[in-house]
């Protein structure tokens, strides 16, 4: 018989099969075990279908009676877009529930728990809680929040270059850690990029990965709407693209933007678009996850913005040497290097010939 640990992670890799498919909703795993035998188990794989616990009590039938359900994360107690999976696990007679963390979302918080406690339900939380927390960042930022969980994403030189000094930057990486990012692109609601990247490189911004993936929703920040009518993201008609611009822009410019159904939002009179506002839009919008692919100027600018939650940096053991050449993050930067931005729970990954660092800012 495996240990409540074994079952968890059975459950947590469940969940983990919907990455990039469930939002805005949390990604969830639940088994459903009786004498030692596996009697359901069941994922949540996008927002508006069965909950996790529903799927396994499906599977299970009347099994279920006396089982002990694992769930990756607290079985909800409200109604919301389905009926709450407190209940159901009631219902069906499970008597325990081993849970690896709570709903952050404020609807719950608690009470699923609470609630089956009440209907004499034994539950056990805290299971694989910091492997729960991992997988579903984004939900828990999103769900807090009210805003998208931002990943800025690298790639750079040995020698720290994004481009020669020339402007040429294909490509910094090989094949393998660029198709890795055709998979972030695949697990994030949208993507976002500075003007001065659609004029330098006219970007698609899709997703091209086989057998196919989900494109997300195009960003394009433009203080003044300097993007050009032809720009691949404006005319290929591949997915949703938004301008983030200021008051600043050009009203003509505006309305023929708004006449291709492209959506402009304005953030204000400000000299720049304000990450700040534009981070609180785009979580309005039901964007749960950003993917930030830079240029130098924006990843500085959401570097000033303190708005990073994770940094995906790819290192090529290349050199371009050029003290011109950019850099990942641009602008003044930083005076001293003890108010350096550290990052915290770092991990080193080899992918394919590159070196991918990643981790989450402390911001102090
Ligand atoms: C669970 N099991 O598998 C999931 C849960 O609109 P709904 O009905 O899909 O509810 C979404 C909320 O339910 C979501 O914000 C989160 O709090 C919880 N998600 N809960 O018990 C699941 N996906
Ligand atoms: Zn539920």
């Not at 983990?16 to 030692?36: D, E, I």
């Not at 800025?152 to 930057?169: E, H, N, P, Q, R």
């Not at 924006?298 to 290192?315: C, D, G, M, T």
């Amino acid at each position: 018989m495996m240990e409540h640990r074994e079952y968890m992670e059975l459950a947590l890799k469940l969940a983990a099969a919907a990455r990039g498919q469930t939002s805005p909703n949390p990604m969830v795993g639940c088994v459903l075990v009786k004498n030692g035998e596996v009697v359901g188990m069941g994922a949540h794989l996008r927002a508006g279908e069965a909950h996790a616990e529903v799927q396994a009590l499906r599977m299970a039938g009347t099994k279920a009676k006396g089982a002990t359900a694992y769930v990756t994360l607290e079985p909800c107690s409200h109604y919301g877009r389905t009926p709450p999976c407190a209940d159901a696990l009631i219902e069906h007679g499970v008597q325990t529930v081993v849970v690896a963390m709570l709903d952050p979302n404020p609807l719950v918080a608690g009470r699923g728990v609470a609630k089956l406690k009440e209907a004499g339900v034994n539950v056990l939380t805290g299971i694989c809680e910091a492997e729960a927390k991992r997988l579903n960042e984004v939900f828990i930022t999103f769900i807090t929040t009210g805003r998208p969980f931002v990943t800025v994403k690298t790639a750079m030189t040995l020698d720290g270059k994004v481009a020669t000094y020339s402007g040429s930057s294909r490509w910094i990486t090989g094949e393998e850690a660029r198709r890795e990012v055709h998979r972030m692109r695949h697990e994030h609601d949208a993507i976002l990029v500075g003007v001065n990247t659609v004029l330098a490189d006219n970007p698609q911004l899709t997703t091209r990965l086989s057998p196919g993936g989900k494109n997300p929703i195009r960003v394009i920040v433009d203080t003044t709407l300097r993007i050009p009518m032809d720009a691949n993201v404006l005319t290929d008609g591949q997915a949703p693209t938004w301008i983030f611009t200021t008051e600043h822009a050009d009203r003509t410019k505006r309305a023929q933007l708004e006449e291709k159904r492209i959506r402009v939002f304005s953030t204000g009179d400000g000299p720049k678009v304000d990450i700040d506002c534009l981070l609180a839009t785009l979580g309005e919008q039901q964007v749960s996850s950003l993917l930030v692919e830079g240029g130098s100027q924006i990843n500085s600018a959401f570097l000033h913005a303190r708005a990073i939650n994770k940094v995906v940096a790819y290192v090529a053991p290349k050199l371009v040497a050029g003290q011109n050449a950019p850099t990942p993050f641009g602008g003044l930067g930083i005076e001293e290097m003890a108010d350096a931005i550290s990052l915290m729970d770092v991990s080193f990954e080899k992918v394919g010939n590159d070196m991918k660092i990643s981790g989450y800012p402390v911001w102090r």
